[in-house]
């Protein structure tokens, strides 16, 4: 066995690389980091057999073929990361299937001297069938994104016949590795859709991945006496790999920002959120000459339900909840989750109709039961509420008389009930 020792700085580098992302992803549900972690470890493979090879002609195949095969799989795992519909295990598979299978029988029987024209003809039809099939399934619009792969797809079998006419089937690896880079860098960007600092970095990275195959035969075809060290080769995948791991970050601190003024449980504003919106709604109320309605909701016995069902159920009887009461709001409207089963909303009215208006639309939004997992789970809702500038001149002000409004109307729900009237939430 040789050592090929210039390769082991890229092989301890990418040994680091996979262990970072081996640690992302035990910290990490999203299956785009599990995926991101088997490529990686894929392009490490290839790392290790460029490392370390032997030394007879019958072993040189086999080598290549681990090689090729490593990159073309790791290739695919970071399409399949971030390809919009795949989004379940089986439709995961289909996908890799579709890309892999033409794509490794192609790049082996090229390995293995397998020499009829025909053959490869029918490997890019199977391929390109596959890919358009998939697309057709999966979409049922004409949209820009379906156009554009639609069109990547026949471009890429036009560039493989292309080399199979020419007699260099070697040319049609080179080919697949580098749309299937493109491919990567252009689900990569429509996946996450910003220009932040992690996105572009993959993105160009995976751009220049692409290009460094078309380049590489280029570069032997017509500048041999050119020789471009491997470090610069490898630029590219490192570009990748820093970009993921800065998304990742940048995701991490999006999520945290979020957080910071959101409920976690329904994404609603949370009080923090609440108090600003609640501020520029009654600026804006100053200066259109229009009145700010605050309501306190308050769900009836929501406890029981946590007590009877757990709070499995109660969680998602109160994210059914939240829909319902934004289905009877309108977009401009604040919904925010002040407390456990605690809502609070800032509207902009004219008058106190508008306001006794969406009490009612809030009301008759909860008088049918919820069902979750089987189970019909009932609720009602007691609400206050106080209008700017007439019950309170200020957020503290505000809240206050809306809070005194909403335990009136809950004792006199009470006492309803008591005296045998209203519905049994």
Sequence with gaps: MHLNFNALPNLIALAIL?????????QHTNERVHFWLVGWALVLLRSVVQFAHVGYPHWASIYLSIALNSLIL????????????????????????VLGVPALIYTNAMIWDVAA???????????????????????????PYVTGVSCA???????????????????????????LNFFAAGLFWYHFRRSSAGVLTTVVGFVAWGISFPAGILLSSFT???????????IPKYLVAVGMIVTLLEDQIRQSSHLAYHDALTGLPNRRLLQDRLVQALAHADRAGHKVAVLLLDLDDFKEVNDNFGHRVGDAALQQVVTRLSSRMRASDTLARTGGDEFTIVSEVT??????????????????????EGRLVRTGVSIGYALYPDDGADPVALCAAADKAMYKSKRASRSLKAAGGGSPN
Aim: proline share 3%.
């Design 351 to 372: 008058e106190a109709p508008g306001a006794e208006t969406l009490v009612a639309a809030l009301e008759s939004a909860l008088i049918l039961p919820i069902k979750v």
């Design 153 to 179: 797809a026949v471009l890429l079998l036009g560039f493989l016949v292309w080399g199979i006419a020419s007699g260099k089937q070697d040319y049609g690896v080179h080919v697949i590795l580098a749309a």
């Design 18 to 26: 996979v262990g970072v992302f081996a640690a992302i992803a035990r």
């Design 74 to 97: 790791a290739s695919i795992a970071f399409v399949v990361s971030v390809a919009p519909k795949a989004n379940t295990l089986r439709r995961q598979l289909v996908l890799s299937a």
């Design 224 to 234: 041999p006496s050119i020789h471009v060290e491997a470090e610069v080769w490898n």
């Design 117 to 143: 024209r025909n053959f490869y003809y029918g490997v890019a039809a199977v391929a390109l069938a596959g890919i358009l099939f998939l697309i057709g399934r999966w979409h049922s619009r004409i949209t």
